[in-house]
T-cell receptor, first 113, second 107 residues
Framework: DGGITQSPKYLFRKEGQNVTLSCEQN?????MYWYRQDPGQGLRLIYY???????QKGDIAEGYSVSREKKESFPLTVTSAQKNPTAFYLC????????????FGSGTQLSVL | KNEVEQSPQNLTAQEEEFITINCSYS?????LHWLQQHPGGGIVSLFM???GKKKHGRLIATINIQEKHSSLHITASHPRDSAVYIC?????????FGTGTRLQVFP
């Protein structure tokens, strides 16, 4: 079955540590997105990529980095520069521009030790 | 004021009740999405609409572009409909998400 796989489901970060969240899709989608979800707030866009080897910052990119070396994969690194990383992170993909149907992964809950 | 507002924030219903969730937005949009987030966190896309009305099973979504308002209706609600329902406005540059409506349907 086609879909988006995020891993791990739960992740813990120590002070000063970088951690990487995985997002893989087998839907042959060009566009991929990373969102952050905090309690009581709407999803906020961290980074997005419309095509391989290209990505753009979203609204809250500071403290995060991404890569898009393969169409199927869009990993997100939460760096030590992100001072408040505890949140639920969601990866999404679509066939093209944002007005297409979105497919979401099951999310990764990141917590700081 | 948020660019996308949902109401109510929380909603409790008895099984079989007719449910309405509202979404108002203040930006120009090309489309509006309704999403469903289950307790485990995964999100499913329910509808994308730019005008009129769409129906899928017991779910109906409507949008009024002039009034900048959309509604999601659930007919004959069931406990398995319990989830957070999120609307997202597509203003071409990006999606702007509402904070969600938490629905609990009791037997």
């Amino acid at each position: 079955d086609g879909g988006i796989t995020q891993s791990p489901k739960y992740l813990f970060r120590k002070e000063g540590q970088n951690v990487t969240l995985s997002c893989e899709q087998n839907l042959n989608h060009d566009a991929m997105y990373w969102y952050r979800q905090d309690p009581g707030q709407g999803l906020r866009l961290i980074y997005y990529s419309q095509i391989v080897n290209d990505f753009q910052k979203g609204d809250i990119a500071e403290g995060y980095s991404v890569s898009r070396e393969k169409k199927e994969s869009f990993p997100l690194t939460v760096t030590s520069a992100q001072k408040n990383p505890t949140a639920f992170y969601l990866c999404a993909s679509s066939t093209g521009p944002v007005d297409e149907k979105l497919f979401f992964g099951s999310g990764t809950q990141l917590s700081v030790l | 004021k948020n660019e996308v507002e949902q109401s109510p924030q929380n909603l409790t219903a008895q099984e079989e009740e007719f449910i309405t969730i509202n979404c108002s937005y203040s930006v120009g949009i090309s489309a509006l999405h309704w999403l469903q987030q289950h307790p485990g966190g995964g999100i499913v896309s329910l509808f994308m609409l730019s005008s009129g009305k769409k129906k899928h099973g017991r779910l109906i979504a409507t949008i009024n572009i002039q009034e900048k308002h959309s509604s999601l209706h659930i007919t004959a609600s069931h406990p398995r409909d319990s989830a957070v329902y999120i609307c997202a406005a597509d203003n071409t540059d990006k999606l702007i998400f509402g904070t969600g409506t938490r629905l609990q349907v009791f037997p």
